[in-house]
């Protein structure tokens, strides 16, 4: 099974401000949808409740929800305890690439497990409090890069970057 991780990151390092994200980027929803939609999205409970009531569980997608508290519970979503246990449900269900979708803890736990990162890299530095872990670039290969401009919906432009780890995780 492939395990990738998807976020959006802004140039200094951060994906989100308050339990929210710091940029609206309406084309970026639209390519997170389209890429992890049929796949297991692997997320922590803050991250999920962060989620608009009205999209989650996320649609057309095996939702699996980490969090230590034992009692936590979500419609129609897999709860598990620890990130090994996501990724074992997701590959015992046959999924071949399964989509570690954040917070800024589960993506720092998440770094030694992936295979595959889907970045978009937004131009600007952005004000918040929840940050992509620091990576090494030089053991990734960048393999796709697909440019947006600013336009009338979009305030910043940005990147949609795919990169895959040249040796296996760590």
């Given at each position: 099974m492939i395990t990738s991780m998807i976020a959006a990151v802004a140039e200094n390092g951060v994906i989100g401000k308050d339990n929210d994200m710091a940029w609206h980027l309406p084309d970026d929803m639209k390519y997170?949808?389209?890429?992890?939609l049929?796949?297991?999205?692997?997320?922590?409970r803050k991250n999920y409740e962060a989620i608009s009531t009205k999209f989650?569980?996320?649609?057309?997608r095996t939702n699996i929800i980490i969090t230590r508290n034992e009692s936590f519970k979500a419609v129609d979503c897999i709860v598990v305890h620890s990130l090994d246990k996501a990724l074992n449900?997701?590959?015992?269900n046959g999924e071949e690439e399964a989509f570690i979708i954040g917070g800024g803890e589960?993506?720092?736990m998440g770094m030694k497990f992936a295979n595959r990162l889907y970045i978009t890299e937004i131009n600007?530095?952005?004000?918040?409090?929840?940050?992509?872990?620091e990576?090494?670039?030089?053991?990734?290969?960048?393999i796709s890069r697909k440019h947006h401009p600013v336009d009338d919906k979009h305030k910043n432009s940005f990147d949609y970057v795919?990169?895959?780890?040249k040796g296996p995780p760590r």
């Open positions: 997170f949808m389209e890429t992890t049929g796949h297991h999205v692997i997320m922590g989650r569980p996320l649609r057309d449900v997701a590959d015992e589960i993506y720092k600007g530095d952005f004000d918040g409090d929840t940050f992509f872990p990576w090494d670039k030089s053991e990734w290969l960048e795919i990169y895959t780890r």
